[in-house]
């Protein structure tokens, strides 16, 4: 696993939302070997740590040559960030460039989001 850095939560005592858009995401179809681009949204309610945002960067970069379904990067995105910083709450989600006429969006999430 990359390592995702973390920093202390500036206000553990509320619940409040962060959200991070990677409009650049890369990663291999295993099938074709063709690049696969997307969009990933992570969004989370920190507890005690939030993830840095260099590390987040080079984390996603690692997956640029990594062969990969899109089902699969999505859920070990949110696996491996979920595991990096123990949010309350955590989604990821995948909106990937359209391929051969089809367009998907993958969704995975984590813990139960305070209303």
């Known amino acids: 696993?990359?390592?995702i850095e973390t920093f202390p939560?500036?206000?553990p005592h509320r619940d409040y939302t962060i959200k991070h858009v990677c409009p650049e995401f890369t990663s291999v179809?295993?099938?074709?070997?063709?690049?696969?681009f997307a969009t990933i949204d992570l969004e989370y309610i920190p507890n005690k740590?939030?993830?840095?945002?260099?590390?987040?960067k080079l984390y996603y970069y690692s997956f640029r040559n990594e062969g990969i379904f899109y089902e699969a990067v999505t859920n070990r995105?949110?696996?491996?960030?979920s595991a990096a910083c123990s949010?309350?709450?955590m989604r990821v989600t995948g909106h990937f460039n359209v391929r051969g006429?089809?367009?998907?969006v993958i969704v995975a999430e984590t813990g139960k989001k305070p209303e």
């Open 49 to 56: 740590t939030c993830i840095e945002l260099k590390s987040l």
């Open 9 to 11: 939560n500036p206000a």
């Open 77 to 81: 995105l949110l696996d491996e960030l």
């Open 1 to 3: 696993m990359f390592n």
């Open 101 to 104: 006429g089809i367009g998907s």
């Open 29 to 36: 179809c295993p099938k074709t070997a063709q690049p696969d």
């Open 87 to 89: 949010p309350r709450w």
